[in-house]
Each structure stands twice: as C-alpha cells, then as structure tokens.
C-alpha cells in the first residue's frame, strides 16, 4: 500500500531540464493534493481532518526523498505561495503547500527570504482567515519563520501580526489549539525586541493578557509559555516594570500552591519566572507569593527525588524568598 502510495508522490521524470517545472524538480503537486484529499470530507473547511502521525511521517519521508532533487529552494517557495494564495485554491492544495513550507523552513534562506518573496502576508492571511487545521498548521508555520528572526519579525510587525495574533489569543476559547498557537506565534513575532516586547505589554494589553493566560483554569502548556515569556521579559533588563511583574506574581501565586500535580518542567519554569518577578518588583510583589513559595518548599521536604529533577525547583523558590526579603 506504501509503494502504492509513494508512486503518486513521485513525478514522472523530466525529458531534460525545463524553466518552469525545474524548481519543482521531483515533487509532483497532483499526487501530493491526492493524498492530502483524503483527510477530507468535502463538506466543510472545519471539517479538514489531521493526518494520524504514521500517515505524516510517511508524508514527511515522501518529501525528503523528493526534496533531494531540488535546486533552488526559494523558487519551490514561490510556487507554495502562488498556491496558497491562488483564486481557485482549495483545503487539498493549502495544506499541502503549507506541509511543502514547513519543510522549506528547515533552510535558514527561505525563512531569510520570506517576505522579500512577498510570502508572509499571505501566509498571515490564511491564519487571519481560515479556522480548523489550515490555522493551526499555518499558526505553527509563523511561529518557526518569526523565531530568532529579527528582519521576519519587524516585517511581521509591520504587517499588524502583533494585534492580529493577539485578537487570535483573546478570542479563542480557552485550553483551545487555537488560542496555544497564536499565543506562541505572538511570544516568536516580539521576543528579544525590546521596543516590541514594550509596545505589546503597553499598547496592545500584553500586560493583561499574559495574567490572563496564567489562570489555573489555562491549559498547563499555555501557562508554561506564559510564564517562560515572562522569564524572558525580566531577564533582558530593558522591559519588564514593577507594576507589571506585580501583576503577574499575583497570578502565580495560586499556581505554585498546585505545582505538585505538574511535571518537572513545568515547575522548574513557574519557579523562576516567581524569582523572576520578584527580583523586579521586590517592593510591590504581593505577600501571597512569598506565601506560596514558603507552602510549596514545605511540601517538598523529604518528598522522594524524581528521575531528572536536579533541584532547579526548589532553588529558584528559595531565591524568590530571599529576593523579596531584600538585603
């Protein structure tokens, strides 16, 4: 059935080289939206169903055999742009140029090059504009061009991605795939530019939405990238003031009375954005945290170690007390 399979995802070779299909190279577009075509129901965009992770890898490999033959990345990006964007496209055609993308962006030029190919917007579009799997996968598109990308970012920024992806945040229903990927896309848009992290926490109700995200009633991974921006914002020295790392030792307290239902991870990061905020606004922190801290490092004693837990927990929570116990 895999070789049934693999034979529509190849294209017929080529009888020398030709302008127009050689960017392509190896990947036939038909057969690729032939097998997307099936995570369909032809009802719906709402509809569009998500490839279990077998058919995805074996999607993924598929691609890698083909991509092995391409020349010119950016001109295959091109032609997933035109696809996305074209009159008569459809849910077939969109993910299967978005699946095409994602692989393009393992190349640091394409992501580079994004918006000098007229690609970001478009691709913004579809997030603004399509609901179900096509925002999802688009959403995660975004966050993996913007991340570490300081040109992508301010054309991001340009083009309105901050309030778009925070309009994403607010209005999605909480614990949602949707309101997690725009959180995430919004956090890649404006980390480590300190100009946008402010313009976010002060014009655009970042400060608000941040404490928002960290409701107990939030997804936990959510609530764990809120609070790992949270850490970020302190730690560049430019952004985070008292008064909004005030606000958000208030939201954290409650979490860290509930740490123990909570992996490692999770607990290490809620503890030091709690040291975090604490060292920023020792003055104005709210007693409940130091409260929580003292309860949680109470509760710990003589727990049983855990496999990989190195203690990172417990000295961030001792560090938040003596943060907030001054000099």
Known sequence: LKQARAHHLRAPSLPGPHPARRAMANINWPGLMAWSTQYHDGTAPSNFQVMSQEDREFLEKALEEAFGQIEDPNKVLMECIDKVRAEDRTDESIVTALEVIDR??????VARNIEKLDGLQPLLDLARDRGGSIRSRTLEILALLFSNNPNIQEAGVKRGAM?????????????SDDRSKAFRALVALVRQLPAHEAALLRSEGGDALLVDLLDPAEDARTREKAASFIVSLACNGETLQPEEAAAFAAALAPLLLALGDEGIQYRETLSACALEVARVARAQCPAALADAAQARLKAREG????E????????????????LRGP
């Open 104 to 109: 393009l962006c393992d190349d640091p030029d």
């Open 163 to 175: 309030r778009m992806f925070r309009d994403l945040t607010q209005e999605s229903p909480r614990g």
């Open 303 to 306: 727990a049983p170690p855990e």
């Open 308 to 323: 990989g837990d190195d203690g990172n927990e417990e000295a961030a929570l001792k560090a938040c007390l003596d943060a």
